[in-house]
């Protein structure tokens, strides 16, 4: 199982990027996906989420600006970023986590992080 996170970059104040998290080796149609981000001395923070269902939701700081999306045939979850601002700096991961019917298990996978930097 892997996540390949990408898409971060520089960009200005009031610009937009889409990050991209490819899945393979599992399939993402039927588990919940959200991106986080982890910011320079500061936890890391949920910012958005995608149900097996496709119901979102959002930080607070991000609504409005943020949309997450998936791709079920690419096994690929979205997460576009408009209207940027220089305190969404920070390193944004993706994470699936779910529970096995089966074994009752919990699996938990991060993807690598891609750096967004958002100038003044």
């Known amino acids: 199982v892997q996540l390949q996170a990408s898409g971060g970059g520089l960009v200005q104040a009031g610009g937009s990027l889409r990050l991209s998290c490819a899945a393979s080796?599992?399939?993402?149609?039927?588990?919940?996906t959200g991106w986080y981000r982890q910011a320079p001395g500061k936890q890391r923070e949920l910012v958005a989420i995608i149900t097996s269902g496709g119901d979102t939701s959002y930080a607070d700081s991000v609504k409005g600006r943020f949309a997450i999306s998936r791709d079920n045939a690419k096994s690929t979850v979205y997460l576009q970023m408009n209207a940027l601002k220089p305190e969404d700096t920070a390193v944004y991961y993706c994470?699936?986590?779910?529970?096995?019917?089966?074994?009752?298990?919990?699996?938990?996978?991060w993807g690598q992080g891609t750096l967004v930097t958002v100038s003044s």
């Open positions: 080796g599992l399939l993402l149609s039927n588990k919940d």
């Open positions: 994470n699936v986590a779910w529970t096995s019917s089966l074994s009752g298990n919990r699996y938990n996978y």
